[in-house]
Protein backbone atom coordinates (compact mmCIF):
# COMPACT_ATOMS: atom_id res chain seq x y z
CA UNK A 1 0.00 0.00 0.00
CA UNK A 2 1.57 3.25 -1.11
CA UNK A 3 1.11 5.96 1.41
CA UNK A 4 1.82 9.69 1.54
CA UNK A 5 5.55 8.93 3.22
CA UNK A 6 6.57 6.82 1.02
CA UNK A 7 8.37 7.69 -1.53
CA UNK A 8 8.06 5.04 -4.23
CA UNK A 9 6.57 6.04 -7.47
CA UNK A 10 3.08 5.10 -8.45
CA UNK A 11 1.18 5.31 -11.75
CA UNK A 12 -2.05 7.52 -12.40
CA UNK A 13 -3.91 7.13 -15.60
CA UNK A 14 -6.36 8.95 -17.07
CA UNK A 15 -9.11 8.40 -20.21
CA UNK A 16 -11.73 10.17 -22.16
CA UNK A 17 -14.47 7.72 -23.63
CA UNK A 18 -15.53 9.75 -26.49
CA UNK A 19 -14.78 9.21 -30.24
CA UNK A 20 -13.61 5.36 -28.38
CA UNK A 21 -15.45 2.48 -28.80
CA UNK A 22 -16.45 0.34 -26.28
CA UNK A 23 -13.60 -2.18 -27.96
CA UNK A 24 -11.18 0.52 -28.01
CA UNK A 25 -11.80 1.82 -24.60
CA UNK A 26 -12.04 -1.63 -22.54
CA UNK A 27 -8.78 -2.56 -24.30
CA UNK A 28 -6.90 0.93 -23.34
CA UNK A 29 -7.99 -0.35 -19.82
CA UNK A 30 -6.98 -3.86 -20.23
CA UNK A 31 -4.01 -3.38 -21.38
CA UNK A 32 -3.03 -1.35 -18.67
CA UNK A 33 -1.65 -2.00 -15.17
CA UNK A 34 -5.29 -0.57 -13.50
CA UNK A 35 -7.47 -1.52 -10.54
CA UNK A 36 -9.70 1.01 -10.15
CA UNK A 37 -11.15 3.48 -12.43
CA UNK A 38 -12.14 6.92 -10.45
CA UNK A 39 -14.94 8.85 -12.26
CA UNK A 40 -15.01 12.02 -12.02
CA UNK A 41 -17.80 13.50 -14.40
CA UNK A 42 -21.01 14.98 -12.50
CA UNK A 43 -23.21 13.64 -14.55
CA UNK A 44 -22.15 9.58 -14.35
CA UNK A 45 -25.69 8.59 -16.55
CA UNK A 46 -24.77 10.83 -19.92
CA UNK A 47 -26.11 9.22 -23.49
CA UNK A 48 -22.98 10.26 -25.04
CA UNK A 49 -21.85 6.60 -25.34
CA UNK A 50 -24.15 3.82 -23.67
CA UNK A 51 -21.53 1.98 -22.12
CA UNK A 52 -20.04 4.75 -20.23
CA UNK A 53 -23.06 5.34 -18.29
CA UNK A 54 -22.59 4.08 -14.41
CA UNK A 55 -23.89 0.79 -14.41
CA UNK A 56 -22.69 -0.49 -17.51
CA UNK A 57 -19.36 0.76 -16.77
CA UNK A 58 -19.20 -0.64 -13.52
CA UNK A 59 -20.24 -4.30 -14.87
CA UNK A 60 -17.88 -3.91 -17.95
CA UNK A 61 -14.96 -2.81 -15.81
CA UNK A 62 -15.34 -5.68 -13.74
CA UNK A 63 -16.59 -8.22 -16.32
CA UNK A 64 -13.66 -7.68 -18.95
CA UNK A 65 -10.87 -6.00 -17.02
CA UNK A 66 -11.00 -6.48 -13.38
CA UNK A 67 -10.84 -3.13 -12.43
CA UNK A 68 -13.66 -1.63 -9.76
CA UNK A 69 -15.85 1.34 -10.47
CA UNK A 70 -15.80 4.40 -7.93
CA UNK A 71 -17.64 7.37 -8.65
CA UNK A 72 -16.29 10.46 -6.72
CA UNK A 73 -18.41 13.60 -7.70
CA UNK A 74 -16.71 16.00 -5.63
CA UNK A 75 -13.73 15.72 -8.21
CA UNK A 76 -15.88 17.53 -10.75
CA UNK A 77 -16.58 20.89 -11.62
CA UNK A 78 -20.12 22.36 -10.55
CA UNK A 79 -22.53 22.93 -13.30
CA UNK A 80 -21.97 26.57 -13.31
CA UNK A 81 -18.75 26.30 -13.88
CA UNK A 82 -19.08 23.61 -16.50
CA UNK A 83 -21.83 25.64 -18.23
CA UNK A 84 -19.59 29.13 -18.47
CA UNK A 85 -17.02 27.14 -20.41
CA UNK A 86 -19.17 25.30 -22.46
CA UNK A 87 -21.31 28.28 -23.20
CA UNK A 88 -18.35 29.92 -23.62
CA UNK A 89 -18.64 32.94 -21.10
CA UNK A 90 -15.05 31.53 -19.65
CA UNK A 91 -11.79 30.66 -21.55
CA UNK A 92 -10.12 27.45 -20.75
CA UNK A 93 -7.36 29.48 -18.34
CA UNK A 94 -10.49 31.01 -16.22
CA UNK A 95 -12.13 27.63 -16.20
CA UNK A 96 -8.55 25.81 -14.90
CA UNK A 97 -8.62 28.43 -12.19
CA UNK A 98 -11.84 27.99 -11.39
CA UNK A 99 -12.11 24.45 -11.17
CA UNK A 100 -8.39 24.54 -9.06
CA UNK A 101 -10.29 27.18 -6.33
CA UNK A 102 -13.12 24.74 -6.53
CA UNK A 103 -10.84 21.95 -5.71
CA UNK A 104 -9.05 23.91 -2.40
CA UNK A 105 -12.45 24.30 -0.90
CA UNK A 106 -13.29 20.54 -0.53
CA UNK A 107 -11.95 18.43 2.06
CA UNK A 108 -10.02 16.76 0.05
CA UNK A 109 -8.79 14.28 3.11
CA UNK A 110 -12.17 13.09 3.33
CA UNK A 111 -12.87 12.44 -0.47
CA UNK A 112 -10.28 10.12 -1.21
CA UNK A 113 -6.87 8.79 0.39
CA UNK A 114 -3.87 8.98 -1.29
CA UNK A 115 -3.93 4.91 -1.46
CA UNK A 116 -6.48 5.08 -3.91
CA UNK A 117 -4.36 6.65 -6.45
CA UNK A 118 -1.84 4.01 -7.40
CA UNK A 119 -2.92 2.17 -10.43
CA UNK A 120 -6.25 4.08 -10.83
CA UNK A 121 -7.75 5.79 -13.80
CA UNK A 122 -9.53 9.18 -13.28
CA UNK A 123 -12.65 9.15 -16.28
CA UNK A 124 -14.33 11.93 -17.90
CA UNK A 125 -15.56 12.73 -21.38
CA UNK A 126 -13.45 14.70 -23.03
CA UNK A 127 -11.32 12.44 -25.69
CA UNK A 128 -7.95 14.33 -24.61
CA UNK A 129 -7.07 15.62 -21.70
CA UNK A 130 -5.58 18.85 -22.56
CA UNK A 131 -8.81 21.10 -21.68
CA UNK A 132 -10.40 18.26 -19.29
CA UNK A 133 -10.56 18.47 -15.55
CA UNK A 134 -9.63 14.53 -15.03
CA UNK A 135 -6.08 16.15 -15.75
CA UNK A 136 -6.61 19.10 -13.32
CA UNK A 137 -7.98 17.03 -10.99
CA UNK A 138 -4.85 14.18 -10.70
CA UNK A 139 -2.01 17.26 -10.85
CA UNK A 140 -4.00 18.78 -8.49
CA UNK A 141 -3.80 15.43 -5.99
CA UNK A 142 -0.13 14.63 -6.95
CA UNK A 143 0.69 18.29 -5.43
CA UNK A 144 -1.27 18.01 -3.13
CA UNK A 145 -0.16 14.74 -1.71
CA UNK A 146 2.81 14.97 -2.44
CA UNK A 147 3.31 11.97 -4.84
CA UNK A 148 6.40 10.25 -6.79
CA UNK A 149 3.38 9.91 -9.67
CA UNK A 150 4.01 9.41 -13.48
CA UNK A 151 0.78 10.07 -14.89
CA UNK A 152 -0.06 8.11 -18.26
CA UNK A 153 -2.95 9.59 -20.63
CA UNK A 154 -4.79 6.83 -22.58
CA UNK A 155 -6.42 8.27 -26.05
Known amino acids: MI ?3 QKSSIKIYTIG ?5 AEKFFDLIRNEDISTLIDVR ?3 TSQLSAFAKKDDLEFFLHELCAVQYLHIPQLAPTQ ?3 KAYKSKSITW ?12 TRD ?11 KS ?11 CHRRLAVEYLVEYF ?9 I
Open 3 to 5: TMN
Open 17 to 21: YTKKS
Open 42 to 44: LNN
Open 80 to 82: NIL
Open 93 to 104: EDYEKEYLKLLS
Open 108 to 118: IDNIIQPDILN
Open 121 to 131: CFLCSEYKPDN
Open 146 to 154: KLDAEVKHL
